[in-house]
């Protein structure tokens, strides 16, 4: 299975804003960046992970800086 | 006081920068105008070379820039190290030609005049094919502000500019497989259309 089509499967969105693939419910978000350049046991791994859903989890090639992921969190709760 | 936006930061450096990015633009169009004149006066009747130029708007540079980054947000903790100047396209001029059965003369006629400009081919009709790409300073206009030329085939790069509007913001879209293998069916009706006018044109 491609890798965009798991995620909208697993009940993710594209934001074509961010170019990020948002699931709001498990708050986790995958950048395009990443579901392009890792094997698609990657991104299968990042679906299935479980993180309490307390804060919200970002799959990047480089981890956003902690003012980043505040305006990112910020944003995507807001929308 | 309120912390300054990064976009505000770039928008005054765009606004200092704009004399001389125009001068960029200016120089560097003149100089593929006068190193492409003989071929256009070369030309037979069906053919056509078109230069066209343009510089980037200030909204657009800093969109570019900051699309660059994963999740497409400027981060404050690196404010100072965002620069438009990063841009390879500020100053930008397109040389169109049909047939291109004279893209390679005219590649070889700019390449003459700025051997030491980094090639950066864009690929096309599912990387079978490239449009040259450069980029580079015109250094008696300015050490800062780099120009970027390409030589495209008319008839893909008319539809490269209705293209890339469309897409631009759609990077999902326009990479997924399905809108690949479209645009790879026009590139290559397009690419054969001007083999056919070659071919069945006595030049």
């Known amino acids: 299975m491609k890798k965009a089509e798991m995620l909208f499967a697993a009940n993710y969105r594209y934001s074509f804003d961010r170019d990020l693939y948002v699931n709001r419910e498990v708050k986790k978000a995958f950048s395009l960046e990443f579901v392009d350049d890792k094997p698609e046991e990657i991104v299968r791994k990042g679906i299935e992970e479980a993180t309490g859903g307390n804060g919200w989890k970002f799959y990047f090639n480089l981890p956003p800086s902690e003012r980043v992921r505040q305006q990112l969190e910020k944003d995507l709760e807001a929308a | ?203």
């Open chain 2, 1 to 203: 006081m309120p912390e300054r936006l990064i976009e505000d930061r770039l928008r005054e450096e765009y606004f200092d920068l704009l004399p001389e990015i125009q001068r960029v633009l200016w120089q560097l169009e003149a100089e593929i105008r006068f190193h492409t004149l003989p071929i256009l006066h070369d030309l037979k009747k069906p053919e056509q070379l078109l230069v066209k130029s343009r510089v980037k708007d200030c909204e657009s540079a800093i969109e570019t820039l900051r699309r660059i980054s994963e999740g497409r947000q400027f981060d404050p903790e690196q404010a100072s190290s965002y620069s438009l100047l990063d841009l390879p396209d500020l100053a930008g001029v397109r040389v169109l030609v049909f047939p291109d059965r004279r893209l390679k003369e005219i590649d070889d006629a700019l390449r003459g005049r700025f051997p030491d400009w980094i090639a950066k081919p864009i690929p096309y009709v599912e990387k079978t094919r490239i449009v040259p790409k450069y980029f580079g300073y015109c250094h008696n206009a300015s050490n800062n502000v780099r120009g970027e030329y390409q030589i495209v085939p008319m008839l893909l790069g008319l539809f490269w500019e209705v293209e890339h509007s469309a897409m631009y913001k759609f990077r999902a879209v326009a990479n997924s497989k399905e809108m690949q293998e479209r645009r790879a069916d026009v590139e290559r009706s397009l690419d054969n259309f001007e083999k056919g006018i070659e071919r069945f044109i006595q030049f």
